[in-house]
Structure formats: C-alpha cells, structure tokens
C-alpha cells in the first residue's frame, strides 16, 4: 500500500461472487463505473455489473486484470484499473481512470495515472492506452484525433491525458438500436444482402457455449479482429486463438449468468467463418444490450456480409432477449462501410469514446 498525504492506494480485491464476504470493493468498483458513465454521457447502462465482470476477473489465462482503490478518510474516492493481454509478444497495457467529479483536482487522478503507468512498466509493456467517454455535444473546445475522423468535446480527463503525454488517436461512435421498434428494416435489409451474397455464403446461429464442431473456425475469425479492424495508429496486439481460447472465453463471457447470441458467415467452398456478429446481454434481461466483435475478414469484403450478421443476430435477438430495450455498439468514425449499415437500420449516435495512446 502507498500512501500520498491522506490519499491511500489498495488492490482492489477479486471475489469468488458478489455474495462473497470480501466483495464490497468490487461491487464499489462496479458502482463507480456506472457513475462515471452516467456524468460522462449520461447513460449509466454502458457499464457491467459486477456479477457479469467476476468471472473474467477472476480467469487471468488470457488477460490479467488489476485493480488499484483510492481511499481519502475511509472513503473511495476512486479507482484505476489495468488490463494487460497475455499473447505473446503483447507489448500494451490498457487502463480505465475513474474519478467522481466530486473528487476531481484533488491529486487523486495524477495519484492514480502513476499507478497505471507504474503498473504497465512493470509487467514490461511499452505502450499505454485508455479510452475517453463523451456525450455527442459542441464543447468550447473540440479535440479532433490523429485519423482525422470524428471529433470530441474536451473534458477534464482529456486534459489530463494531453498534459501527461498522450496522443489523441481515434474516435469510436457510441451508436443505440430501439430493439422494440418495428423490424421491417431489418428484414428487408437482410434479404436484400443474401441475394446480393448469392450462394457462396451461407449465415449460422448460435448462442454461447459454441458448439464444438464450429470452435476453431471460430477462433479463427476472432483472432482477425486484432489484425483487421481499423485502429489508426493505435499499435495493438496480435491475439493468438484455438478451439481451448475460444471455450475460456465461453466460460467467462457465460459464467456470471450473461447471454450471448453469435450470428456468423460460412464461406461454403473453403469451409471458413469469414464474418460474425455478437450481442451480449447481462444475467438481468430487462438491460441493455451490447454489441461486442463484428467483423467481416477483409478478403470477404463487398458481399454485403456484415449487413447479414447484424440483421440475422439483431432479428434472432429480440426472441432471446425480448425485454431488453436497446442495443448498444462502438464503431471506429473511419470505419464508413459498418457505420453505413448501422445507420440504414436504424442505429443512431448516442455518445463518443477517444482513444489515447502513450508510449512509455
């Protein structure tokens, strides 16, 4: 533990559940993620609850997580937390400050961002990231990122991130899909591209754990997110996947009571999951949805695939899910082609994250 004046800085302690004796810090941490996503944008639902995060805190095979606690007389006053990836050769470490704006300039979030970079140095990585959040507003001052796409309001954590050296990368659209309005632009949109697809395509469903027949195709698509999505000049790592990756991954996604429902492309001739799309949703049904990896590999692109895994998982999804009411997804600005399809059935802007980048 170290201490700065009356500012104390703990780990943050993992349980084995939310019923667990010593889960109190980790349900705060939860509750401080929801707060700090609420007076960023104003939608509190972006952030997990702690029984959906437990199980990939705890599982620490493929990406180690630690969190750090800052107690001002007793109180937390807030927290960091700091991934780290376990492929080989992963050279980044990402991190998430939270900072009440009650408790902001104080010193706890120039306490905290040491800790991060602290942290990072430790464990050998040479590059540092974080994302900012964002309502989709005109600040005094819009930052405007490296990529040239997009642009955001300046906040005081942003302010922070450009005095300690980060670099403003990328901007990603926060865009909502009402999962309760009429479905017809849905359908129309997904028959539209299965006839333009033709018949070398053909889409497959399923809801996690991925059946054993389909893993390591799967792995293998999974694995091109790192290497095919636009990332500007973000370095990011390159993930290495197979069948056992892909079964952690079920169990941590599954293990906290979340469901998860995949819509992908199978190439026919080759045998290949050449596109996917997934929708998470928390052990409570009535939240929100998330968006998490669509991806369509690059050498299948212009086959109108990625409109077919969004249309199919999103029209499979109001069955599974029917009382969630909305779905919420990130999308790179410069990444026209899916914003594209977003935007023709029906997604809107909601909110904006930033990208920061530092090299240590």
Request: hydrophobic fraction near 45%; charged fraction near 20%.
């Given at each position: 533990m170290t201490t700065t004046t009356t500012l104390t800085i703990s780990p943050l302690i993992v349980p084995k559940s939310v019923d667990a004796a010593d889960a109190a810090d980790f349900l705060a941490y939860a509750e401080l993620n929801r707060q700090i996503c609420d007076e960023e944008t104003g939608l509190p639902d972006l952030a997990q609850k702690a029984v959906d995060m437990i199980p990939g805190w705890l599982d620490d095979t493929d990406e180690i997580s630690r969190g750090f606690v800052a107690r001002r007389g007793g109180d937390i006053v807030g927290m960091v937390t700091v991934s780290l990836a376990q492929d080989s050769g992963a050279?980044?470490?990402e991190f998430d400050l939270m900072v009440p704006r009650e408790h902001w300039g104080q010193g706890i979030e120039e306490t905290l961002l040491a800790r991060a970079e602290d942290e990072a140095r430790l464990a050998g990585r040479r590059v540092l990231q974080t994302w900012t959040l964002h309502r989709p507003v005109e600040g005094e001052r819009m930052l405007t990122p490296k990529t040239g796409w997009g642009k955001v309001p300046?906040?005081?954590?942003?302010?922070?991130?450009?005095a300690s050296g980060f670099s403003f990368e990328q901007v990603e659209r926060n865009s909502g899909f009402d999962l309760h309005g009429d479905d017809s632009a849905l359908k129309n949109a997904l028959a539209e591209a299965q006839a333009a697809a033709g018949t070398e395509y053909h889409e497959l469903s399923w809801s996690l754990?991925?059946?054993v027949g389909i893993r390591a195709g799967y792995a293998a698509v999974l694995a091109r997110l790192s290497t095919d999505a636009p990332t500007g000049d973000l370095e990011i790592d390159e993930q290495q996947w197979d069948a056992e990756r892909v079964v952690r991954r079920d169990a941590r996604l599954t293990g906290g009571g979340q469901l998860v429902s995949v819509s992908a492309v199978e190439h026919i001739s080759s045998g290949t999951i050449v596109a996917y799309n997934e929708?998470?949703?928390?052990?409570?049904?009535t939240e929100v949805t998330h968006q998490m990896g669509t991806l369509v590999l690059k050498e299948h692109r212009g086959h109108r695939l990625g409109t077919i895994v969004k249309c199919a998982n999103l029209l499979r999804w109001r069955d599974l899910a029917p009382q969630s009411p909305w779905v919420s997804t990130f999308n790179a600005e410069e990444n026209r082609p899916m914003l594209d399809i977003n935007e023709a059935i029906g997604f809107v802007p909601v909110s904006y994250a930033g990208a920061w980048q530092k090299k240590l």
């Open positions: 050279s980044t470490a300046a906040t005081e954590l942003t302010a922070l991130l450009e754990p991925t059946p929708l998470l949703i928390g052990a409570d049904r």
